[in-house]
């Protein structure tokens, strides 16, 4: 026992000389200043900070938790990239003790391109250093409205090129260097963790910088981005079209009436429908019926059922031509067919649309800050959905199936999607990956997508949360042992395997909360 307890406070001494050597170390004099072609490094600032505390939201691959008493380095480098204008600035998280060996960098949301603490605290409280850019815009409220325009009619294309790719290497190739200066060596493994703008990220990186990352999260990635933004946007234009607001619990009834539909298609009820592609619900079956609304006496009326019907088949062109996807039939319509309403009359109801892809419309599209979407006639919407991908597929797509310089590379990624996702269109991601299998027919040798039924975007749904994803990919990138299911808990204490596409689950029997009660086939 006395050799237990010797053994015990030796370790925590070492710990401890480890922390405190480390301390010393945060300082601008003692940790050298990035090298990085085509970049003026402007300043670096070291920080210690110590008993640091925070909680994070459910993200991506990080569920909900408190962080406490993390101690670690805070170093800010500051750079531009001399003749464009920007100011860029990279934030990069040490762990004074207890370091892993391992680099994470942390993606972004919306049109944030770094979330600050929010992932580097997870990321740090488990081991990593950790790194974040914010793009060389750094307004906070998650709006472009600052910086997406050098002057009315004239996009800042060099900060947009920020956002879209230049920032995540330049955030890579620094957060590594200042990592190997800190603690003496270069990381053994590099990781991206990412989940919708973050995700996008992460495929931008195994697509443009292919060598900068060993394992990469892309997770409910926001790609095909010229095409989802506008989009996103159809519900509005059709309730525009329309003359037609609906209060929200409208279009609830509905998505309720499609679950109860289409639930039970994988053979089990439990409020998910798992196979969205074969729920066949049509919204107007339900014209007429009545339901009650907040205590007032309503019907389904056809224009509600149309707007559904639109969110759901995605925007069409002239005879019906397909544009892009819509939502799945669970998904929460609150997201793009959203309202808002002064009484609990529909009359009072007016539009309120996903405020990115209004943006986008406005600063890219239109390049005008005072462009009024709510009044684009089908015409001008036609013609905004044809421009967005004419002038900016090749900057901020991200949908390159070509990844053979990422399998050449040795790495690894994982994508999972919600098929609930409320706001980008799971059937997007299904078809990048089908782009990916047709040039590769082996690419899940390296590269493997979940969906996930019920999973909203990058948070819990009604169905179970893939709460294991980060520790699936060291286990593939550092041990060879690839995933063949992601492990999913949802808040009900249901746990179940997720099935790598194209494989889907099936119920087989049982208990529905036990993974062994569902089979990938």
Request: net charge negative.
């Amino acid at each position: 026992m006395l050799r237990l307890q010797t053994f015990g406070l030796l370790a925590m001494a070492l710990q401890f000389a480890s922390a405190t050597a480390n301390a010393t170390k945060c300082s601008p004099s003692t940790i050298a200043k990035p090298s990085l072609f085509g970049v003026n490094i402007l300043n670096v600032v070291a920080q210690q900070v110590t008993s640091y505390s925070t909680t994070t939201t459910q993200d991506g691959a990080v569920p909900a938790a408190n962080w406490t008493n993390l101690n670690f380095c805070n170093v800010s480098v500051t750079y531009t990239h001399p003749g464009r204008g920007d100011t860029i600035h990279v934030n990069i998280w040490l762990p004074l003790s207890e370091w892993n060996g391992r680099f994470q960098g942390t993606g972004g949301g919306g049109w944030l391109t770094g979330l600050g603490s929010e992932g580097l605290a997870p990321a740090v409280g488990q081991g990593f250093a950790a790194a974040e850019t914010d793009g060389g815009h750094t307004e906070l409220n998650g709006s472009a409205a600052s910086w997406a325009l050098d002057s009315p009619g004239n996009v800042n294309l060099n900060l947009l090129q920020d956002f879209a790719s230049v920032a995540l290497n330049d955030m890579t190739i620094i957060g590594k260097a200042v990592t190997a200066s800190f603690y003496g060596r270069p990381p053994t493994h590099s990781y991206w963790n990412g989940c919708s703008t973050g995700g996008r990220q992460g495929l931008m990186l195994a697509q443009r910088y292919p060598d900068a990352y060993d394992g990469i999260l892309a997770l409910a990635p926001a790609i095909n981005w010229v095409k989802f933004l506008p989009a996103e946007f159809w519900p509005q234009q059709v309730m525009k079209q329309l003359r037609y607001h609906p209060l929200p619990c409208e279009l609830e009834v509905l998505r309720a009436a499609a679950i109860e539909a289409c639930d039970g298609i994988d053979g089990v009820k439990d409020g998910v429908i798992s196979l969205p592609g074969s729920c066949d619900f049509d919204a107007r079956t339900q014209i007429g019926k009545a339901f009650d609304c907040n205590g007032a006496n309503m019907t389904i009326t056809s224009a509600v059922a149309e707007i559904a019907n639109a969110a759901w088949t995605g925007p069409r062109g002239p005879n019906g031509t397909f544009l892009w996807y819509g939502l799945s039939k669970d998904a929460a319509l609150s997201g793009l067919a959203n309202t808002s309403c002064t009484s609990p009359n529909q009359s009072s109801c007016t539009g309120a649309p996903f405020s990115i892809a209004e943006e986008w419309l406005r600063y890219f599209i239109a390049k005008d800050p005072t462009f009024p979407t709510q009044n684009l006639s089908s015409a001008e919407y036609l013609t905004f959905f044809h421009r967005s991908v004419q002038e900016y597929q090749s900057t901020i797509d991200t949908a390159d199936p070509d990844l053979s310089a990422f399998r050449a590379q040795g790495g690894k990624m994982l994508t999972w999607h919600g098929l609930a996702d409320q706001l980008i269109f799971p059937n997007g991601t299904t078809d990048y990956y089908n782009r990916v299998l047709a040039l590769d027919s082996q690419a899940g040798d390296f590269y493997r997508f979940f969906e996930a039924p019920g999973t909203a975007h990058c948070e819990a749904g009604v169905g179970p949360y893939p709460n294991d994803t980060l520790a699936a990919l060291v286990r593939w990138v550092e041990d060879g042992r690839a995933p063949e299911t992601l492990t999913a808990v949802g808040r009900d204490g249901t746990v179940r395997g997720l099935c790598p596409y194209p494989l889907v689950q099936r119920y087989v029997g049982g208990d529905p909360k036990v993974p062994g009660s569902f089979t990938c086939s």
